[in-house]
């Protein structure tokens, strides 16, 4: 049923991302989705045919995996999902109602201000009318086929509870891929298989063949243990005398070693004291290239633990140049289209040797994965809930590492007040929004999220969003050009702005982020 979901979903996820409220070219809810969902089939397919093992498999790939709002509401579903299936050896209808019911309240709990009219409610819908046919309809499949038919129903109506929806004219995308891995389900369940590619949630890199006969320990070892007391100590003190660039993370369930040696079957051996292993792999780097992610792991596991470091999420080579120069700890290439996941933040705070680290998601769909990756690790992690930029550039400046944790916090969190986001990209379809035509192609100024200038130009539309934007005792301009735009035309907007305003500081910055040719930060 899950690897079914999985591919019905992937094969209708531009469906759902073409459903995207705003009309901007990051209509993505659907690709999180299905990557949450891939991740969580990678993890099945590396299990026994068990309800136990496969509910655990889906709730913990999906954990890791989820990117965006809507992977990490779908992970909880899952999580509430699994919670509710432990100890069976098979589910009725019943068991599944409640199992339905489980997902909701737990993504439900997981959201701090859930709104209706979105996957929530789709999920909500269809706990309670599987609760309300479970014992009249034992026979699995025409239960889940009311259930789409009822969940169907329940999309139709989220127009009429969010005007968002409305003004826009379409349903609730998060739902809609719910009710297509629903779908999956069924079809799973009717004998009906659908067998397509699943999109790759890795970035395969070109290995150069070299001679590396001076590597005193030849054989990069990692992989995955999964168990139920899982001693990580324990697992560093057998292994740590047999190679170097040790690494064990995780915890008492799952772990991840890595390890260079020259024994990689003691290593494995070691392992399988703890657990079942999978992602079992073993690299001779005296004849390739290690992956990279571990040569930086390497590095920075042989340097001291500090009291603070960062992570800010960011794309765009000179938007990633600006934070390095912030001395940001680790940035995640990801932003608008390209949501990092869970596991990648959580990748990136194990990377980052320092007892408090601060998170600067810079984009109001990975704030939920952050705090999710923020649950799983053991530092103390502050998730900063910068939705743009210059709010993650504005909170940054405000830290002053004398003061205490507290103290940052408090005024970081005040600085995300202070500073104004201007956006200036194209819409992708036609819509109307805040009283507003919309047609494909237009271009677009954006302030804090909501449309303010539509028109066809992108140097009049940049103007007008300022003049919009800029207000009385406003004291600092900084203007990021991203890929499709330049200096020169970046510089002359700075001009006819300080002719304008002879107040505010112009400062001009190469971004480089793609599809908005323009950010702008007011202070």
């Given at each position: 049923?899950?690897?079914n979901?999985?591919?019905?979903?992937?094969?209708?996820?531009?469906?759902v991302?073409?459903?995207?409220?705003?009309?901007?070219?990051?209509g993505?809810?659907?690709?999180?989705?299905?990557?949450?969902?891939?991740?969580?089939?990678?993890?099945?397919?590396?299990?026994?045919?068990?309800?136990?093992?496969?509910?655990?498999?889906?709730?913990?790939?999906?954990?890791?995996?989820?990117?965006?709002?809507s992977?990490?509401?779908?992970?909880?579903?899952?999580?509430?999902?699994?919670?509710?299936?432990?100890?069976?050896?098979?589910?009725?209808?019943?068991?599944?109602?409640?199992?339905?019911?489980?997902?909701?309240?737990?993504?439900?709990?997981?959201?701090?201000k859930?709104?209706?009219?979105?996957?929530?409610?789709?999920?909500?819908?269809?706990?309670?009318?599987?609760?309300?046919?479970?014992?009249?309809?034992?026979?699995?499949d025409?239960?889940?086929?009311?259930?789409?038919?009822?969940?169907?129903?329940?999309?139709?109506?989220?127009?009429?509870?969010?005007?968002?929806?409305?003004?826009?004219?379409?349903?609730?995308?998060?739902?809609?891929?719910?009710?297509?891995?629903?779908?999956?389900?069924?079809?799973?369940?009717?004998?009906?298989?659908?067998?397509?590619?699943?999109?790759?949630?890795?970035?395969?890199?070109?290995?150069?063949?070299?001679?590396?006969?001076?590597?005193?320990?030849?054989?990069?070892?990692?992989?995955?243990?999964?168990?139920?007391?899982?001693?990580?100590?324990?697992?560093k003190?057998?292994?740590?005398?047999?190679?170097?660039?040790?690494?064990?993370?995780?915890?008492?369930?799952?772990?991840?070693v890595?390890?260079?040696?020259?024994?990689?079957?003691?290593?494995?051996?070691?392992?399988?004291?703890?657990?079942?292993?999978?992602?079992?792999?073993?690299?001779?780097?005296r004849q390739?290239?290690?992956?990279?992610?571990?040569?930086?792991?390497?590095?920075?596991i042989?340097?001291?633990?500090?009291?603070?470091?960062?992570?800010?999420?960011?794309?765009?080579?000179?938007?990633?140049?600006?934070?390095?120069?912030?001395?940001?700890?680790?940035?995640?290439?990801?932003?608008?289209t390209?949501?990092?996941?869970?596991?990648d933040?959580?990748?990136?705070?194990?990377?980052?040797?320092?007892?408090?680290?601060?998170?600067?998601?810079?984009?109001?769909?990975?704030?939920?994965?952050?705090?999710?990756?923020?649950?799983?690790?053991?530092?103390?992690?502050i998730?900063?809930?910068?939705?743009?930029?210059?709010?993650?550039?504005?909170?940054?400046?405000?830290?002053?590492?004398?003061l205490?944790i507290?103290?940052?916090?408090?005024?970081?969190?005040?600085?995300?007040?202070?500073?104004?986001t201007?956006?200036?990209?194209?819409?992708?379809?036609d819509?109307?929004?805040?009283?507003?035509?919309?047609k494909?192609?237009?271009?677009?100024?954006?302030?804090?999220?909501?449309?303010?200038?539509?028109?066809?130009?992108?140097?009049?539309?940049?103007?007008?969003?300022?003049?919009?934007?800029?207000d009385?005792?406003?004291?600092i301009?900084?203007?990021?050009?991203g890929?499709?735009s330049?200096?020169?035309?970046?510089?002359?907007?700075?001009?006819?702005?300080?002719?304008?305003?002879?107040?505010?500081?112009?400062?001009?910055?190469?971004?480089?982020?793609?599809?908005?040719?323009?950010?702008?930060?007011?202070?």
């Amino acid at each position: 049923m899950f690897i079914n979901g999985a591919y019905f979903l992937e094969e209708n996820k531009r469906v759902v991302d073409e459903l995207n409220v705003f009309p901007v070219p990051d209509g993505d809810t659907g690709t999180n989705m299905s990557l949450t969902m891939n991740a969580a089939v990678k993890e099945v397919e590396a299990v026994s045919n068990t309800i136990d093992d496969v509910v655990e498999a889906v709730a913990n790939g999906s954990l890791m995996g989820a990117r965006g709002n809507s992977g990490v509401i779908l992970s909880q579903l899952f999580r509430g999902f699994a919670k509710s299936c432990k100890g069976k050896n098979k589910l009725t209808t019943v068991d599944l109602a409640h199992a339905f019911i489980s997902a909701s309240d737990t993504a439900y709990k997981a959201v701090m201000k859930p709104i209706e009219g979105t996957i929530l409610t789709i999920a909500r819908e269809i706990g309670e009318k599987a609760v309300e046919i479970a014992r009249e309809q034992q026979y699995v499949d025409t239960f889940l086929q009311t259930l789409i038919i009822h969940a169907e129903k329940a999309l139709n109506k989220t127009p009429s509870i969010l005007k968002v929806l409305k003004e826009a004219g379409v349903v609730d995308a998060g739902g809609k891929g719910l009710i297509f891995i629903l779908k999956g389900f069924y079809k799973a369940i009717t004998g009906i298989d659908k067998s397509i590619q699943l999109s790759e949630n890795i970035n395969i890199e070109d290995k150069n063949l070299e001679d590396f006969t001076d590597i005193t320990f030849g054989y990069c070892t990692e992989f995955i243990i999964k168990g139920s007391n899982i001693d990580l100590e324990e697992i560093k003190e057998k292994i740590k005398d047999f190679g170097d660039c040790m690494l064990v993370v995780g915890d008492e369930r799952l772990a991840k070693v890595h390890i260079h040696t020259n024994n990689p079957g003691i290593i494995i051996e070691s392992g399988l004291k703890f657990g079942e292993l999978t992602n079992i792999k073993i690299d001779n780097m005296r004849q390739q290239h290690q992956n990279k992610v571990f040569e930086v792991i390497d590095e920075k596991i042989k340097t001291e633990m500090k009291e603070y470091g960062m992570i800010a999420v960011a794309k765009g080579e000179g938007l990633i140049d600006i934070f390095k120069d912030l001395n940001v700890d680790e940035i995640i290439s990801g932003g608008q289209t390209m949501n990092p996941s869970t596991q990648d933040i959580k990748k990136a705070i194990d990377l980052v040797q320092a007892k408090n680290i601060f998170i600067f998601p810079n984009n109001s769909n990975i704030i939920l994965a952050a705090n999710q990756a923020k649950e799983l690790s053991d530092k103390n992690i502050i998730v900063i809930p910068s939705k743009t930029i210059p709010q993650g550039i504005s909170s940054i400046l405000a830290y002053n590492e004398d003061l205490s944790i507290d103290e940052n916090i408090e005024f970081m969190m005040e600085a995300l007040k202070n500073v104004k986001t201007g956006q200036i990209t194209y819409s992708v379809r036609d819509t109307k929004m805040n009283d507003m035509d919309i047609k494909e192609g237009d271009i677009l100024g954006i302030i804090d999220g909501d449309i303010e200038v539509v028109c066809n130009d992108v140097e009049d539309a940049a103007y007008k969003l300022l003049e919009s934007m800029i207000d009385e005792g406003d004291e600092i301009l900084t203007i990021f050009y991203g890929k499709e735009s330049d200096k020169q035309k970046a510089s002359n907007l700075a001009k006819r702005i300080e002719v304008l305003y002879t107040d505010i500081d112009v400062e001009v910055y190469y971004g480089g982020q793609p599809l908005y040719y323009y950010i702008f930060s007011v202070e």
